[in-house]
Every structure is written in structure tokens, then in C-alpha cells.
């Protein structure tokens, strides 16, 4: 059954990434700067700056999306050999990260952790606030600055969207800056998720063009899912890709992405039926539903079993689809489906690793250093 896309015309001149509006608390000049700080760099797709904070998925231009997978790949090849590895470990020695996760995580966490290590650069943690002088009443604010005295990057996942943002503008303000990367931000976004995303998608779609062209499906609580607005922001960069939103009605896409979207003259179909769309599409990003969100018993009317791929579904999907997730997977994925060649979400997550080394890679910028 073809869908009814809502039609846009592409205008790759409305494809601007250098503006974040400003109700994300996003500064244009904190996100790529010159080599000295404060630079005066305005434009974030410019490929000679440096990529300094990660806030916003709307910072990535196409350029640096194909330059981040391309170096990914790159460092996951030179990891193979002895030799590689010890080459990328002498990269960032002289480097520290911070990583202040007092959200749950485990992927994003050990992803992180692990990228650090393989390039060498030493890490200190605080998952749980009770342990950091917040409880003696001191404010995020001098946390961060804190934290800024004695590492060179802070990744940061925090219960409230807005944090990161926050936490860079106080960098931004400051004598000796360090870049933030928002490791997820509440409801709101997830941007190296996305990252590791596109990375997923370009590698699956190897042989078939890559991401162009391709209709890609999201399913699940995409109300409160910040991978699913997160990768959505990214789709723009895209060339005729078509996004299809299946969720219940209250689990829909926020409207901030669809104005997005519209913005960028990207097409999308909204669904509530997995059924009328599974054999269109290309892939098909599947997320849990988002409890910890809830103020009240929201969650108690959704239908597990319309959002999900088992056994089943799979007769209907297209033979070179993909099936992806962020993870950690609830009832909305079938284990019994993970040995099917279309899986892709074990992969995902090892892409993800690499994508956050990429990124370090960048952000420090030591890509020159690496042997060919
Ligand atoms: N791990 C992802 C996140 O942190 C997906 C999820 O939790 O549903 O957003």
C-alpha cells in the first residue's frame, strides 16, 4: 500500500544548520569554534572550525555526518592490529574526560567510557549526585565549572533537558572552557544516539545508496523518545528520505520536530497502523515506551502489542530492510527475531562506540595524527 506522504519541495537552501533557534539555549558561536574560543565563529557547518560542544542534533551538517562515518570506520579498521590500537591510544593521553550521568545509562555510559580508553584519555565518573557536593547545596552551575577545573570534555546525562546547553553557555563564559557533549537531555534529545544512528543506517544501506532515497519508519512513544527526535532532526541532511511516525495518537511526534521537518521540506506520514505501512519501508526504528516520563498513568492505554516486531511482522517487511533500536528493548522487540539477518540493533550498539570515538577524535582534533 503506498503512503500518503505530506509533500514538501526540497530546498536544500532551507537546509541551513547554522541557527538553533534560541529557545534551546543553544549560543551558534559555543557549538563550532575557532582554534581559540570564542573565535567568532558563527556558522556550525563549517568544515575548517572545530567541532567544540555536542548539544543538538541540528548542529550536524551532512559534511560532518559523512565525515564522522568515514572516520569511524577508519579508527574501527586501525583498531584491528596491535599496532593500530597502541596507535590510537597515544592520541589524547594527555587528555581527561568527566562522565556525569545521574540518568541511567548503560550503553551511552560504557560506549563513552570505552571510546575514551581506546584513545587513551583517562576518565572520572559521578553517576549519583547524593556523592557530589550538590548535596551540601552547592549549585549545577559550580558542579560543572568544578568538574571543568580538572578534565578537558564533560559528557553529560541529566533527568532535564536543557542542562548541557546550559552547562556549555557557562562554558562559553568562562577562561578555560571545556566542551560539553549531551549524552541525553530528558525527553528532549540524544544527539550521539542519532549520530550512531545515521552511522547504523549508512552502513546497512552500504550497497543500496546509503540513506538517500530511503523511507524510514519510527515507531513506539515518540512523544517522549529523545532517539526518535533526535534522529528526525538528523533526516534533513538527507536527500528524498520519507519518514513514517507509527504511534498511538497521545505518543505521537512532537509538533516542535513535524514544524521542523515542514521547515526543511521533509516528507512524513503519520500512522497509528504498523500493518498499512511495514512493506514500504526501508527500515524501521523501533523504541520502548518511556514509563519514567509518566505524571500519571498515561502509559497504562498503550498497546504493546500494535507497536512490535516479532515473528510475525517479518513476512511483511522488505527483504533488505532494517530493524533498528536504541535499546534497552521492553516487549516492543521479540527476542526471537534478533538472529534475523535485518537485527541490526547488537550492531548499533557497537557502532555507537565507534561514532563516540570519532567524535572525541574530532573535538580534539588529532584526525591529522592518525596513520593513513
Ligand atoms: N537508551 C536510549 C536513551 O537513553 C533509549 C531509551 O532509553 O529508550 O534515550
Known amino acids: 500500500m503506498a503512503i500518503g506522504f505530506v509533500a514538501f519541495e526540497f530546498d536544500a537552501d532551507k537546509r541551513d544548520v547554522t541557527r538553533i533557534p534560541p529557545e534551546h539555549g543553544v549560543r551558534s558561536g559555543a557549538l563550532v569554534q575557532g582554534r581559540r574560543h570564542g573565535a567568532g565563529a558563527a556558522g556550525l557547518s563549517q568544515r575548517h572550525r572545530r567541532l567544540f560542544h555536542v548539544l543538538d542534533p541540528r548542529q550536524f551538517d551532512r559534511a560532518l555526518l559523512d565525515d564522522l562515518c568515514a572516520l569511524s570506520t577508519r579508527l574501527r579498521r586501525h583498531a584491528r592490529s596491535r599496532l593500530g590500537a597502541r596507535s590510537l591510544q597515544t592520541l589524547l593521553p594527555h587528555k581527561r574526560a568527566?562522565?556525569?550521568?545521574?540518568?541511567?545509562?548503560?550503553?551511552?555510559?560504557?560506549?563513552?567510557?570505552?571510546?575514551?580508553?581506546?584513545?587513551?584519555?583517562?576518565?572520572?565518573?559521578?553517576?549519583?549526585?547524593?556523592?557530589?557536593?550538590?548535596?551540601?547545596?552547592?549549585?549545577?552551575?559550580?558542579?560543572?565549572?568544578?568538574?571543568?577545573?580538572?578534565?578537558?570534555?564533560?559528557?553529560?546525562?541529566?533527568?532535564?533537558?536543557?542542562?548541557?546547553?546550559?552547562?556549555?553557555?557557562?562554558?562559553?563564559?568562562?577562561?578555560?572552557?571545556?566542551?560539553?557533549?549531551?549524552?541525553?537531555?530528558?525527553?528532549?534529545?540524544?544527539?550521539?544516539?542519532?549520530?550512531?544512528?545515521?552511522?547504523?543506517?549508512?552502513?546497512?544501506?552500504?550497497?543500496?545508496?546509503?540513506?538517500?532515497?530511503?523511507?524510514?519508519?519510527?515507531?513506539?512513544?515518540?512523544?517522549?523518545?529523545?532517539?526518535?527526535?533526535?534522529?528526525?532532526?538528523?533526516?534533513?541532511?538527507?536527500?528524498?528520505?520519507?519518514?513514517?511516525?507509527?504511534?498511538?495518537?497521545?505518543?505521537?511526534?512532537?509538533?516542535?520536530?513535524?514544524?521542523?521537518?515542514?521547515?526543511?521540506?521533509?516528507?512524513?506520514?503519520?500512522?497509528?497502523?504498523?500493518?498499512?505501512v511495514i512493506g514500504d519501508l526501508d527500515a524501521i526504528y523501533v523504541t520502548r515506551l518511556q514509563t519514567e516520563h509518566d505524571v500519571g498513568d498515561e502509559s497504562k492505554g498503550y498497546e504493546h502489542a500494535r507497536y512490535r516486531i516479532g515473528p510475525e511482522q517479518l513476512p511483511a517487511l522488505r527483504s533488505d530492510a532494517v530493524i533498528m533500536h536504541p535499546l534497552p528493548r521492553g516487549p516492543e522487540i521479540d527476542p526471537a527475531i534478533d538472529a534475523d539477518p535485518r537485527a541490526m540493533y547488537w550492531r548499533q550498539e557497537r557502532n555507537g562506540m565507534w561514532m563516540r570515538v570519532a567524535l572525541l577524535v574530532k573535538i580534539f582534533e588529532v584526525e591529522d595524527e592518525l596513520p593513513p
Open 98 to 276: 568527566m562522565l556525569y550521568f545521574t540518568q541511567p545509562s548503560t550503553r551511552t555510559f560504557l560506549s563513552f567510557d570505552n571510546a575514551c580508553h581506546l584513545l587513551g584519555v583517562r576518565t572520572s565518573e559521578i553517576r549519583d549526585p547524593a556523592i557530589s557536593s550538590e548535596v551540601k547545596g552547592e549549585t549545577f552551575e559550580d558542579s560543572i565549572r568544578t568538574f571543568s577545573s580538572y578534565v578537558d570534555v564533560i559528557i553529560m546525562r541529566t533527568h532535564e533537558a536543557g542542562m548541557a546547553a546550559q552547562s556549555a553557555a557557562l562554558m562559553d563564559r568562562i577562561k578555560r572552557p571545556v566542551p560539553i557533549i549531551n549524552a541525553g537531555s530528558g525527553r528532549d534529545q540524544h544527539p550521539t544516539q542519532a549520530l550512531l544512528d545515521i552511522h547504523t543506517l549508512e552502513r546497512s544501506f552500504g550497497r543500496r545508496g546509503g540513506i538517500d532515497g530511503k523511507t524510514i519508519g519510527l515507531m513506539g512513544d515518540l512523544r517522549r523518545g529523545r532517539t526518535a527526535r533526535s534522529l528526525a532532526y538528523l533526516m534533513k541532511n538527507y536527500r528524498d528520505v520519507r519518514l513514517v511516525f507509527i504511534a498511538p495518537d497521545d505518543f505521537g511526534m512532537g509538533s516542535d520536530i513535524k514544524v521542523h521537518l515542514r521547515e526543511h521540506g521533509l516528507p512524513f506520514h503519520e500512522t497509528r497502523e504498523l500493518g498499512s
